[in-house]
């Protein structure tokens, strides 16, 4: 049954390797269940049920991935979108959680259409591939940016931005001990070392926690809990006539489409290229399924009670794990799902567990760099714009949107305007209007 449902031998790949990579993707995606409660419960959100909403929203979007597009991608309210519903929409603009969730619903909706309509399809394929090879390299930039800052091993600094941490703190050396260890483990061509890497981690800082040491990971007090009142569930019904007597509404709902849309699609074309989802015209293979899933993702996330669901960049971590078919992701979906009841279990994932895993794979992606004709201006500016911005704005939207610009007046100024497709063209023009608006 799951090789008649997954292909799992044209994939080469097998259950054994499809569960193990679903159970790494989980662990490095597991953050947001304690993290996006936390962010959204400053809107006045129940916690507890922004907890549900996020498992439940997670569990079902990513078995919709993996069944409906055989995409060894998961997904999870998007970090980032969902602090622009808390601080932008709800705090800055005065738009109640309710409100909120209505305009997330809307997008979700409108994500829906264009996806059916296969708009979505024909703009992820007009990206150049060589914008491709670079989007995915960004992102293992990016995350492995992520990885070094939720570790400690990079610190905020208001002289330099950035700095290097204390590297004497317990945290900082559990990471940097999890880091080496999975970069050895790779060396030696050990399989599954990302996830390996990750348990071991795991492993020596319940020890040290144990003998005392601070801030390590602790052995859970309880297994289980059994808490599922849910205030939040159906909540945006009530919100769309304040949605719409606000006169910014058609900001909010575009922003939330603007996000997602491109979050999405830099993920996909990254987790695509490492998993050979990618055919010989450089187009993704069923992505019409997979943007359609992610859309779904979207609307049952407002449904439940969270923001924006999309496709999570950590899926990575189980794709350099082996995945390779949506199994993958049913894996990491149902293990969401049981997280509803065995949420303490995940005290011993912390951030500086699954640091290494996230910094490990950013290595990995990187090597897309090599296949980048750095000896054409046009390639390499384009490339070089859209992953130094994705780092320093802290956003894989915007890192693409800036390459796009830049591959559009790059190509203008040198005389091949005729090379570009029209959709470029009108992409460049929606991504200025963004950023004015």
């Not at 292909?7 to 304690?34: C, D, N, P, R, W």
């Not at 005392?212 to 009530?238: C, D, K, R």
């Not at 969270?306 to 979906?333: H, I, K, M, Q, Y």
């Amino acid at each position: 049954m799951l090789e008649k449902l997954f292909k799992l031998s044209s994939h080469k790949t097998t259950v054994k390797t499809e569960i193990l990579a679903g159970l790494t993707t989980f662990l490095a995606m597991a953050y947001i269940l304690a993290v996006n409660p936390g962010m959204l419960g400053a809107t006045g959100m129940p916690v507890q049920s922004v907890f549900l909403a996020t498992a439940i929203a997670s569990g079902i979007a990513s078995i919709l991935m993996g069944v409906l597009a055989n995409y060894p991608v998961s997904l999870a309210p998007g970090m980032g979108v969902n602090a622009f519903f808390t601080y932008t929409v709800c705090m800055q603009f005065g738009y109640s959680w309710q409100a909120a969730l209505a305009a997330v619903f809307v997008s979700g909706i409108i994500f829906i259409v264009i996806s059916v309509t296969g708009l979505r399809k024909m703009i992820i394929n007009a990206i150049p591939q060589q914008l491709k090879l670079a989007i995915g390299a960004g992102i293992g930039f990016f995350i492995a940016f992520i990885g070094l800052k939720n570790a400690g091993i990079i610190v905020a600094n208001e002289s330099t931005f950035v700095a290097l941490g204390k590297l004497t703190d317990p945290v900082v050396l559990l990471a940097i001990f999890g880091l080496a260890l999975t970069l050895i483990l790779l060396a030696k061509k050990v399989t599954a070392a990302v996830f390996w890497g990750l348990i071991g981690t795991a492993v020596v800082g319940v020890i040290a926690g144990l003998c005392g040491v601070a801030n390590m990971p602790q052995l859970p007090t309880a297994i289980m809990q059994f808490n599922f009142e849910m205030p939040t569930l159906g909540a945006f019904m009530s919100g769309f006539g304040e949605l719409f007597a606000h006169k910014d509404f058609i900001v909010v709902i575009f922003s939330f489409l603007f996000v997602d849309f491109f979050d999405t699609a830099g993920t996909l074309v990254a987790v695509a290229n490492r998993a050979g989802l990618v055919n010989e015209k450089g187009e993704l293979e069923n992505i019409e399924k997979a943007l359609l899933s992610d859309s779904v993702g979207t609307c049952v996330g407002a449904v439940l009670g969270t923001s924006t669901v999309t496709s999570f960049v950590e899926s990575t971590s189980g794709v350099e794990v082996g995945g390779r078919t949506g199994l993958t992701a049913v894996t990491t979906g149902v293990l969401f799902l049981l997280s509803i009841v065995f949420f303490p279990l995940l005290s011993v994932v912390t951030s500086a567990v699954t640091a290494p895993a996230l910094i490990v794979v950013g290595i990995l992606m990187a090597q897309q760099l090599g296949g980048i004709e750095w000896d054409n201006f046009i390639f390499a500016s384009t490339g070089f714009m859209a992953i130094i911005m994705m780092i320093l704005c802290y956003s894989i939207s915007d890192g693409i949107a800036l390459g796009f610009i830049t591959y559009g007046a790059v190509m203008l100024g040198s005389g091949k305007a005729k090379e570009v497709r029209p959709i470029i063209w009108i992409l460049d023009i929606v991504f200025i209007l963004y950023f004015i608006i």
